[in-house]
């Protein structure tokens, strides 16, 4: 059964499609049959997977207002054994679409059980907001990794969100899931700056169990990879970058069979 991750921190711009899409290929390399979710109306997650938005009529939205089938707005990528559902812009208009639908935060979480069979792995890309979208992934999800980016300003994003996933797992819960902090993954190390090691400090003492043990450098790769539509280990296999996420893969996979 896939187990959903939520790949999820409000504050923009700290890895997580980064994360989304080259943790997917590398999970998908160790033989992991991978859904990727965009959730995030910029559709990042979409165009760096290397899919145009002309081509994806079904998108996220069209499941999540009941118009489409979720098996409908499945997409297969370039990248082997990983699908997408697609994200579109029109996702914007989803808080005021659902505010008369009832227990609406669960609504991502019932459709994923439809699928969750066919998956090793769901990875959910979430937007840097809190709203119904965010609320919908951290209820449809099992674990949430918590992308950290290595600079001043992340450690408040961190309790906020911290916070948020506490109150996602005290409350009332239909489908008797709990939701767990599968990580805290610490990105964009720039090793010529002594300040990103203090966040790393901070961070590992403030989840001492919980900090990957990877740590993802700045990488120009990184920043390269989404532009030609493709992962990582697809344009640059033998780079940090993707060793980085491999090894990552690899602790998630271990985390899984625990
Ligand atoms: N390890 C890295 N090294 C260098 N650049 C990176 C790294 N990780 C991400 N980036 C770059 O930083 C920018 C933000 O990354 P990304 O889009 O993954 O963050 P995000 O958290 O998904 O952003 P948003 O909150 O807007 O969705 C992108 O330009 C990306 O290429
Ligand atoms: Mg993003």
Known sequence: MGKIIAIANQKGGVGKTTTAINLGAALAREKQKILLVDLDE???ATIGIGLAREHC???LYEVMIGKQSIKDAIYETQEPD??????????STLDTDLINVENKVWLLAEKLQLIREAYDFILLDCPPSFGVIIDNA???SD????????????????????????QVQTHKNPLKKKLTIEGVLLTKLDNRNI???KIIDQVQNLFP??????????????????MLGKSVLKTAYHSRASKEYRALALEIIQNKAR
């Open 209 to 226: 169990t919980k900090t990957f043990k990877t740590i993802i450098n700045r990488s120009s790769h990184l920043q390269e990879a989404p």
């Open 82 to 91: 990983i699908d997408i559902i697609p994200a579109s812009n029109r996702l």
């Open 57 to 59: 009529q079904v998108t």
């Open 42 to 44: 910029q559709a990042n």
């Open 138 to 140: 951290l209820f449809a």
């Open 143 to 166: 674990s949430v990794i918590i992308p950290v980016e290595c600079e001043y300003f992340a450690y408040d994003a961190l309790t906020q969100m911290v916070n948020k996933i506490n």
């Open 195 to 197: 300040f990103g090691y």
